[in-house]
C-alpha cells in the first residue's frame, strides 16, 4: 500500500507572514493535527500543538519562527516509509507532492485507520514504552510542561504521593486550556496570564478517569479505543489492578511498529534525524549491534534512537539529550544522556545502554545459577 490510497487532498494552511494570534485562532477553531505553512505559495513547513505551548510567545511573532520541517512525502511512498518519515520527523502529519505540486496531507490517523484489522496480530505488550514519565497532582503546570519538553513526549500519567494512577496530563489538554484562556483577554500582557496558568496544579487540567488497556490486549483493540476516545495514547496496566503504571503505548509506538522491515539488520528508528550533524545511522546501528552482541541471548528485535535540541550552546554548538531504547527477546534496555552535539550525547546514552545491558545479563545469570542451584536440591 502507498500513500495515494489515504493522502487527503484538503488541509489547513497559513501564510509564514501570519501573526500567532491567527494561528492559535486556527487552532482553536479547525483543531487540526498540525498546520501547513507556505510561503509566496511553497510550502516551508508545519506548527503542531508543541509549539502553542511556549510559555511566553508575543502575538505578533510570525508563524515562520515557529514552524518545524516535516518530511515532504510523495504520493506513490510506501506506508511502512511513511510511517518511518512520520516517527523520524516527530510530527503527526506530512505533506504529500505530486512531483512538485503540493497535493494534501497524510496523517498519523489515516495511516492506522487503513491498516486497522492487520494490527490484531500484535500484542499491546509488543510494543509499549515501559519506562514512562509520570508527574504527581500537586506539580504545577509550568513543571509538567519542563517534563513533557525535558523528555520529548506528548503525556504524562498523574499519581497520588502512593505513585498510584489518578489522572492523565497531554500537551492537547495543555494546548487546549492555553488558547481557551487567552481568547477570554481582548488586551493585557499575554505573558503574564501564561505565567499564571503555568502556577495552576496539574490536578485541575488533567483528565480522569483515565483509559487504560492492558498488556495482553491486541493493538488493534488498543488503536479502535484510542479512535474511539480521540485519544493519541493509553496508560498500560497490570490486569489485576489499573491504578498500577506499566508504561504508556501511543500512535507513536504503533506508526513505530508499522514500519519494521525484516531486513537482516538491526531495524534502527532515529527520531529528530535532522539533529544528527555528522553522525550516520549506519555508525549509529553499528555501535548499538556492538553493545548488543556483548550479550548473546539478547537478539534485539528494533532499536529506537531519539535525539531532542535544547537551548544552550557551546561555542555554537546546541546541548542535545538523547535516548537509546531497544525492544528485545529479554524486554526492553534504555539509556540516555546529553552532550554538546549529537554524537556526544550518543556516546553517553550508549555507555549507560551498554551498562544496562551488562547489568540485565547479570540479572539473567544470577535467575539462572538460581534455577541451577534449586535443581540440584531437588536432585538430593
Known amino acids: 500500500m502507498n500513500v495515494a490510497d489515504i493522502a487527503s487532498p484538503e488541509f489547513v494552511e497559513v501564510d509564514a507572514d501570519d501573526r500567532f494570534g491567527k494561528v492559535r485562532a486556527v487552532f482553536d477553531r479547525k483543531n487540526p493535527k498540525g498546520l501547513l505553512v507556505s510561503e509566496n505559495g511553497d510550502y516551508e513547513g508545519v506548527i503542531t500543538e508543541r509549539q502553542i505551548l511556549q510559555s511566553h510567545v508575543s502575538e505578533d511573532r510570525k508563524a515562520a519562527s515557529m514552524m518545524r520541517p516535516a518530511p515532504k512525502v510523495q504520493r506513490t511512498t510506501d506506508i511502512r516509509e511513511v510511517c518511518r518519515m512520520l516517527v523520524e520527523g516527530g510530527t503527526k502529519v506530512a505533506p504529500v507532492f505530486e512531483g512538485d505540486q503540493l497535493f494534501g ?10 491498516v486497522l484489522d492487520s494490527l490484531d496480530a500484535l500484542n499491546v505488550d509488543d510494543i509499549y514504552t515501559d519506562d514512562v514519565v509520570t508527574v504527581s497532582s500537586g506539580a504545577t503546570l509550568g513543571q509538567a510542561i519542563n517534563l513533557l519538553r525535558e523528555h520529548g513526549i506528548s503525556r504524562l500519567p498523574v499519581v497520588d504521593e502512593n505513585g498510584l494512577l489518578e489522572g492523565v496530563l497531554t500537551t492537547y489538554d495543555l494546548g487546549d486550556l492555553i488558547i481557551r484562556d487567552m ?18 496544579p496539574v490536578y485541575d487540567a488533567m483528565n480522569t478517569p483515565v483509559e487504560t488497556v492492558v498488556e495482553s490486549d491486541s493493538v488493534q483493540d488498543a488503536v479502535q479505543q484510542m479512535f474511539d ?40 528508528q532515529i527520531t529528530n ?44 554548538t546546541p546541548l542535545i539529550s538523547c535516548k537509546i531504547r531497544l525492544r528485545t527477546t529479554v524486554g526492553q534496555v534504555a539509556g540516555s544522556g546529553e552532550g554538546f552535539g549529537a554524537e556526544a550525547a550518543f556516546h553517553v546514552a550508549l555507555d549507560k545502554l551498554e551498562r544496562n545491558v551488562l547489568e540485565k545479563k547479570g540479572v539473567r545469570r544470577d535467575a539462572e545459577h538460581r534455577g541451577q542451584l534449586l535443581r540440584k536440591l531437588g536432585e538430593l
Not at 496531507?105 to 487503513?114: F, G, P
Open 105 to 114: 496531507i497524510v496523517t498519523e490517523d489515516a495511516i492506522l485507520s487503513a
Open 273 to 316: 534525524i535532522d539533529l544528527l550533524n555528522r553522525l550516520t545511522r549506519e555508525e549509529i546501528r553499528a555501535k548499538i549491534t556492538g553493545v548488543a552482541d556483548k550479550y548473546s541471548q539478547m537478539q534485539v528485535r528494533h532499536a529506537h534512537v531519539r535525539f531532542h535540541g535544547h537551548k544552550e550552546r557551546l561555542r555554537g
Open 183 to 200: 481568547d477570554k483577554q481582548t488586551e493585557g500582557d499575554r505573558a503574564g496570564d501564561v505565567d499564571r496558568i503555568l502556577d495552576l
Open 229 to 268: 476516545y480521540d485519544y493519541a495514547g493509553l496508560i498500560v496496566t497490570p490486569e489485576d489492578d489499573d491504578r498500577i503504571v506499566r508504561g504508556v503505548i501511543t500512535k507513536t509506538d504503533v506508526l513505530r511498529a508499522v514500519s519494521y522491515t525484516e531486513e537482516e539488520h538491526m531495524d534502527v
